[in-house]
């Protein structure tokens, strides 16, 4: 039977960086957690373990460190893009780099110290290839956000498995991994990316909700329409449910004051939100 | 500025099912995780919050219980289309379903008890569309594996960032992650899975391995060409580095005796192996 | 061979209670996470399987829901301390009670909108015995803190396996876990939980440290000096180790810019302070 | 305010050790994760930062490696005594030592192959004190265990808050952490585990329970009465709830067949099972 080597690609992943930037006595503190992956001639590695075309990941985990001290970190995005051609256009081999980069944020406590701050994780995934299309996704995962009333669910379809009761008031709950993609004229990630966070919680917090997809819509909607530079934002939104306990049998009412939040199943609510003349996404978000 | 809906689908994910068949005095067990997303006239519910077209992700959860009462779970793959085929089936605005479900091993210890055995989690993800079209993707995850010598790295590329020792012995160790595609012809699901992951194994552990990649290789290869019915074999490969300790400032030896297992960061090697004349694979890696 | 029941405690575990108090168009949020143990005369249904001493866990489950409708939910300490109470008052075989609750805090976005803040968890942990003692710790975990300098290591004990050299300067993370005993007049846990929060994150950013012992020490210190009512302060202290990473081999220095936070080992510290006349602490830490 | 140093010790957390012996072409591994405490005279680092008396956790580290080097791993109990031992003879200041080690099973597939086996871990906690005792605590965890039948839960205490139906057939299932303190006469570690993993698996399959709590006296119990040398046993089983889903709003009956594996809240039942003479515990279980 003939069989062959479909797509690939190898890469170190996690690399934990932390970048501290003294400036006299106030310290700047970067702390990014980084993965790699490289494809292009990549066949005799696979077929034969020759490796001439393989650059080790160990070297690309000190190319991270390397950098790091060359360049500094700054935006991630930028970051990434530096990465992301050094390998393309430094290794005959290597013909496309794909790098994503997560940040933890930190609050300055005093010149030097810090605390981290928030659950949420900034991230970007960019792609590089050798024809020299670059393309560049922000984003941010493990933003929690919820709203104690105007949520609606009702009207759905109804089959012989429905048992669900319609409501006209809900806990909306959601853990918010969003990534939006530039299409070219980002002047400051750093500012971009403030910009669609608000939006997005904005657009959360405001929006009267009928189901969380009319939410996961505006939240969308609200970042592209307000946000320079971004052609389209995709979500992906657990529905963290919390349930109403029924104290009835205790003789208590309850409502919509105690709830249950539960674990799993959850709903899962996946989107994309685009601008009418989004240009074509080539390898963005592979 | 003009804006549009792109891609979406939503579902109940994560229904945690344990299905008993008593035969009598011995008991059979079925622990799984199902997951569903649905797609298909989603715009309305995006736009204005019109619900007419959402069966509520809490009738997939007890569609998944009912039908476990009625049809029973038998092999995850059969479960899965049961239940894809159902939700496009019956419901009008429903064009596409996509189903994945993680099944968990148990060793029977007597005639209705049982102990989780192994690591690994048995995996599947079929998709159904209304056009009738179904593909069947069977996997596997977490499944540890460890070899203490046969593996070699050298001859790779290096740059002003290689600082990496070449080694003609090393300890190679992943946590294999592998997806199968059938192409129509599988009589027993359940027979094939032992198949593959029995290739699986005999091909990482019988591969003298000079990288990982190749090694990826020769495991789909295997896989591929001993087990009916596969047209392709897709594996993540995390390296998980085994770093032999330098014991000298102790004026002790280490020929490949003791090892640091690192957690971060990793080698990440992904790839797929194709029969060369292996159809379209559509929609199946969705 | 004679055999018998030693120590003993059971109770549910994690019951996810999300309590809203709707004042108005403002609306307010606890988020908590209750555990609970009692003990008592549970010698027969050990010995026979004879529950007429237990009260079962879902009825402790639904406690906790009923008593949130019924007196709202407040400090986590005097929350605690209520459930203690009722299940030794009202269950003639239960002789003690422990309640462990953490909270997870929330920042308002709008009047019923709120966002997870900050990384750390609220913890308080409550006896209550049928001889009417009560104790109260509180406390917070993975509060995540680093100093970018004012850290130092030498001076160390050294050993024929020592090969760390000694530095003057390093970083130095940690995520803190801590409990307080408080000794009987804690006029406001809200209070008192602000105080000692921001007497640890003080004195870990203050103290110039020569070892992380130090400042554990100085961070309890604080609390046990400046926050009344506090008699003890336990710390759990992971050094979370961040290795400047050695870029010679690139031709590049690094003066304590670019390190790797390392995963694992970790160093782990851990230690009291005390008020020289603390009160024997019982049963409080158990 | 006069305030002072209470109990506290130090060490390197997690050292992930793996050993490979080498026996022809036949190899051993051992894959371990070695945890360390030392406690003693360690007044002057906690007040002042005098760190003279404190041998680095990163020694600690070295020592592990070392020592697998050159006596092998071997039983973990004997490999913790090991470390605990030299400890505490060849540092002045250290008085105490406390081992806790972790190893992970791997299951042969070829001479120099292996495969992880089983979800459970297999642990020991040592202590070793300058006045020459030592004590030894071997055990389990993530032992995954069910009964689809054979368990009953009725005849408990009701309170005005109880809505639990009483049930003469449920499904039971834990995860057993066992612990078992040894009393000086334990000839083989080896044996000696899979005894006790025997008799706890065989307990709780044969064991027709009425109560969870009823369950971990008959495994305690087993486990005391067939091991040799051991006097102690502790458990901590949380009850994983199943809870049959009731279909009847779609025409179906569930006779115990269909279950929802539920994640939280759980019951949590903890309890010690003693020979009757067995001797004080002193420092083995801290």
Same mark, same amino acid.
């Given at each position: ?16 960086l932390v970048h501290v930037v003294r400036d006299?006595?106030v310290h700047h503190l970067k702390d990014v ?35 790091a001290?060359?360049?500094g970190v ?29 940040e933890y944020a930190w609050r300055r406590q005093g010149p030097h110290s810090f605390v981290r701050d ?18 560049? #996704?922000?984003?941010?995962? &493990? ?6 009333? @105007? !949520?609606?669910?009702?009207?759905? =379809?109804? %089959? ?97 004051? #105690?709830?249950?939040?539960? &674990? ?6 996946? @989107? !994309?939100?685009?601008?009418?003349? =989004?240009? %074509? ?6």
């Amino acid at each position: 039977m003939a069989v062959k080597l479909g797509a690939n690609r190898y890469g170190k992943a996690e690399t934990r960086l932390v970048h501290v930037v003294r400036d006299g006595p106030v310290h700047h503190l970067k702390d990014v957690n980084v993965s790699m992956s490289l494809s292009g001639d990549m066949e005799a590695v696979h077929l034969t373990g020759d490796n001439a075309a393989v650059l080790p990941t160990d070297t690309q985990k000190n190319t991270v460190y390397a950098f790091a001290r060359k360049h500094g970190v700054g935006q991630i995005e930028a970051f990434a893009q530096r990465l992301a051609r050094h390998f393309v256009a430094s290794q005959p081999a290597v013909r496309h780099a794909r790098v994503e980069i997560e940040e933890y944020a930190w609050r300055r406590q005093g010149p030097h110290s810090f605390v981290r701050d928030g659950t949420e994780v900034r991230t970007c995934l960019v792609h590089h290839d050798e024809d020299g299309r670059t393309t560049v #996704v922000s984003g941010l995962k &493990d933003l929690v956000v919820l709203n104690t009333t @105007g !949520s609606e669910f009702h009207g759905y =379809a109804v %089959d012989e498995y429905t048992t669900l009761p319609p409501t006209t008031d809900r806990v909306l709950a959601t853990a918010v991994t969003a990534r939006w993609r530039h299409d070219g004229d980002t002047p400051s990630y750093a500012t971009s990316y403030g910009q669609v966070r608000q939006a997005l919680l904005d657009a959360f917090a405001h929006t009267h909700s009928r189901s969380l997809q009319q939410t996961l819509y505006a939240m969308g909607e609200r970042a592209i329409t307000t946000c320079e530079g971004i052609c389209e934002v995709r979500l992906a939104l657990p529905n963290k449910h919390h349930f109403a306990v029924d104290l009835s049998p205790f003789g208590l009412d309850n409502d919509n004051e #105690v709830f249950h939040a539960a &674990d799993r199943p959850y709903g899962l609510i996946e @989107g !994309s939100v685009l601008r009418a003349d =989004a240009p %074509d996404a080539g390898f963005a978000w592979e």
